[in-house]
């Protein structure tokens, strides 16, 4: 019998594109089809079955989506509500040009012109947006997400701009370099707006092997690569291109993309896999990537595990399986019981947080950017050992019952960007990465997606984090939460205070979802069982208007 796992009959989604879950489908079965009988332009489209069940990303028109699901001699239907988001707060999308150049890399028979590199954009926003809801979905915080400007047919706006630079020139940048310099160019343009944050992507990065030098490991990826960057925080989020060509340039083609595993020729292009090496996991990872740094300027540091670690590289195993398991899992209640299998680390250049908040200051021509002190790594509620369940998406979402410096200017902010990177760089990851061909190795199985593993999640903080967040929800502005000794006050109610240490890895953190939130919170330290050897301790905490306090450090306590 045809179920749809992930989303209820009548549900409203607030994003166009819906991801199915289905299950139950005949055991000779080989494809399935869906159809849309609200969508007068579109055919059904066709869905490859693996272990008796599949995903499809349908997308949806405006109201209601009555989907039509057939497999062989088996029928069912379920009816969508799209309601497009309402939110004043939005995500804006840059696509980077030098003026001698406006082309990513790609495939000699491939075009990579700007108008193809805006379609391949439209389509990665998309489903990161979905995936946003999803996860969120999941984690029993309802289906929130993140908004972008659409243009009249439904699809993200992405806006085309040149820097003042020559490809050569742009590649003698450092990764902080050239992001100050993207920052100062959007800014000064017409693109700037309080009410948006923005994803860039950098149409400059270059790989070259001519030589067709055998790659060991990252090291070697990175040093044939130039013009990479990765970095988010404040109001910008930089990234490169050099995994674009595996994007897809249409929604019915996301599927098959991340199902691709044809073999990446590190001989031309940048093997931008995770250490997987087929163009299928280098789409996974490099918008996984994305959406790592995009959590950046959305407040979130990094997290032992989960997309805000290493998770993201697994994007495309949590859209291409039906059955996800994961080594690490949210203190929610409302998961099944299953055998946890674990999964080796793959590889991929650390993600930097360069956390830099730029403003516009009177007069507008006078643009400074402030850095404030390091925020990178997060965690979910305490370094605790998780139960063995497994990542299933219910039918019904459930709550979760659990609870769980000086600024810098811009003259300064190289040398100090520096430091903070080698900060990100030791504490992203307590275990070295792997040898490249061994990795290669551990992840065979990986490439088939046998829907047993994966590290595409929030973790639990960070997802409470997303969903009272001013980017997903219609709030006002207000004061922040104050920390008064060890008293976290707001009138608005705490939802979630987080501890981190130094190096901005959060070790524990309350959460109050469920039941009204308390406007005054005496911190139970006595509940918090694993201190880190720091002297300080960063407090952060978000009330029910999305204010957020932060960049509060306090002694620890004893």
């Not at 996860?135 to 997400?145: C, F, K, V, Y």
């Not at 996974?284 to 407040?299: K, Y």
Request: aromatic share 6%.
């Amino acid at each position: 019998m045809l179920e749809v796992t992930n989303v209820r009959d009548g549900e409203v989604i607030p994003h166009r594109l819906c991801l199915l879950r289905v299950v139950g489908t005949e055991p000779e079965a080989t494809c399935a089809a869906i159809h849309n009988q609200n969508d007068n332009n579109r055919n059904g489209a066709l869905w490859k079955i693996h272990q008796r069940g599949f995903n499809a990303l349908v997308p949806l028109v405006e109201g209601k989506n009555d989907l039509r699901i057939i497999c062989g001699t088996q029928e069912a239907s379920i009816q969508v509500v799209y309601k497009p988001l309402d939110i004043p707060r939005f995500i804006r999308l840059v696509y980077i040009t030098c003026i001698n150049d406006d082309k990513f890399q790609g495939p000699k028979d491939m075009e990579c012109s700007p108008n193809s590199a805006v379609r391949k954009i439209q389509t990665g926003a998309l489903v990161l947006q979905t995936f946003v809801a999803e996860t969120l979905a999941a984690e029993g915080l309802d289906r929130r997400t993140f908004r972008f400007e659409l243009d009249t047919e439904g699809n993200p706006i992405v806006h085309v701009i040149q820097l003042p630079l020559t490809i050569r020139e742009a590649h003698k940048f450092t990764e902080e370099r050239l992001w100050e310099t993207a920052a100062l160019h959007i800014l000064s343009s017409h693109l700037a707006d309080k009410n948006c944050k923005y994803v860039a992507f950098f149409g400059g990065t270059r790989f070259s092997n001519p030589d067709k030098v055998p790659l060991k490991n990252e090291t070697d990826i990175m040093a044939l690569t130039k013009g990479h960057v990765s970095l988010g925080g404040g109001g910008l989020a930089l990234v490169s291109t050099g995994a674009l060509y595996t994007w897809a340039l249409d929604v019915d083609d996301v599927m098959d993309a991340m199902w691709n595993t044809s073999p990446v020729d590190t001989s031309t292009l940048m093997d931008f896999s995770g250490g997987r090496g087929t163009w299928g996991a280098c789409y996974g990872t490099h918008l996984g990537s994305v959406l790592h740094e995009l959590a950046h300027t959305l407040d979130l540091g990094h997290t032992p595990h989960g997309i805000m670690a290493r998770g993201f590289e697994d994007l495309h195993v949590f859209f291409t399986t039906t059955k996800l398991t994961s080594d690490y899992l949210p203190q929610s209640p409302h998961h099944s019981s299953v055998m946890r299998q674990s999964m080796s680390s793959s590889l991929i250049k650390e993600s930097v947080t360069f956390t830099t908040d730029f403003v516009r200051k009177i007069p507008l021509d006078n643009i400074n950017m402030t850095v404030e002190p390091p925020k990178e790594p997060l965690a979910s509620s305490g370094v605790y050992s998780p139960p063995i369940l497994t990542r299933r998406y219910p039918s019904k979402t459930h709550s979760s019952n659990s609870e769980s410096g000086s600024p810098i200017t811009i003259e300064d902010s190289l040398s100090s960007s520096q430091t903070q990177r080698n900060t990100c760089n030791r504490t992203l990851l307590n275990a070295p990465s792997p040898n490249l061909t061994n990795s290669v190795l551990n992840n065979n199985k990986l490439q088939e997606n046998d829907g047993s593993k994966c590290r595409a999640f929030w973790a639990r903080s960070s997802a409470v984090l997303l969903a009272f967040h001013k980017w997903l929800n219609i709030v006002t502005d207000g004061d922040p939460p104050e920390l008064k000794g060890s008293v976290v006050c707001s009138t608005a109610g705490i939802r979630i205070v987080e501890l981190r240490d130094l190096h901005t890895m959060a070790f524990h953190h309350w959460e109050f979802v469920t039941r009204p939130p308390p406007p005054v919170l005496h911190l139970p330290w006595a509940q918090v069982p694993h201190w880190p050897s720091d002297t300080h301790i960063e407090v952060v905490a978000e009330d029910s208007q999305g204010n957020l306090l932060k960049g509060c450090f306090m002694p620890r306590p004893l």
